[in-house]
C-alpha cells in the first residue's frame, strides 16, 4: 500500500548554485506539503550510514565525498503517492535523461551531481525521513 509520504535531499551542487528556492517552489507547485525540512551539513561519517545500502558499491566512496561536501536542505513531503508522484517531478538519475521540466533535467549538473535525492520506496522514505527527523520536528 502506498503512503503519503517521501523524503528528499537538495544535494551540495544544486545547494551551492542557488537553486534551493527554486526547487522547493517545483516541489510545492506540483502539490507536495513540507512536513519536516532543514538545512544541514552531513559528515562523511553520516553520509556513509544514509549511503550503507551502497557500500560495497564501486561509487560509494565518491557519494559520501559528493554528499559531505557542502550543505544539503533534507525534507519529509506529504501528498497522495508521495513517493512515485516525487520520482516522476525529479527525473531520471542521469540528467541527459532526464524528462523536459523535471527538477534534474533543470539543475543537475551530471549523474554525480544530480542536484537532489528522491525515496525509491515507501519503505525507505520512511527510513530517510526517521534518519534526519525526529517526530517533534514534523508538521
Known amino acids: 500500500m502506498a503512503t503519503n509520504r517521501t523524503f528528499t535531499m537538495i544535494k551540495p551542487d544544486a545547494f551551492g548554485a542557488g537553486n534551493t528556492g527554486a526547487i522547493l ?10 512536513v519536516a525540512m532543514k538545512a544541514t551539513k552531513l559528515s562523511a561519517d553520516l553520509a556513509g550510514k544514509f549511503y550503507e545500502v551502497h557500500k560495497e ?3 560509494y566512496n565518491d557519494l559520501v565525498s559528493f554528499m559531505s561536501s ?3 536542505v533534507a525534507a519529509i513531503l506529504e501528498k ?8 516522476k517531478l525529479i527525473g531520471a538519475t542521469n540528467p541527459a535523461e532526464a524528462a523536459e521540466g523535471t527538477i534534474r533535467n533543470m539543475f543537475a549538473k551530471s549523474i554525480d551531481a544530480n542536484a ?4 525509491d520506496s515507501d ?3 520512511e527510513i530517510e525521513g526517521n534518519f534526519f527527523f525526529s517526530q517533534a520536528e514534523r508538521v
Open 80 to 87: 497522495d503517492n508521495a513517493v512515485e508522484d516525487f520520482r
Open 116 to 119: 537532489v535525492h528522491g525515496s
Open 57 to 59: 558499491r564501486p561509487f
Open 123 to 125: 519503505e525507505n522514505a
Open 70 to 72: 557542502g550543505p544539503i
Open 25 to 34: 517552489k517545483m516541489i510545492q507547485e506540483a502539490g507536495f506539503k513540507i
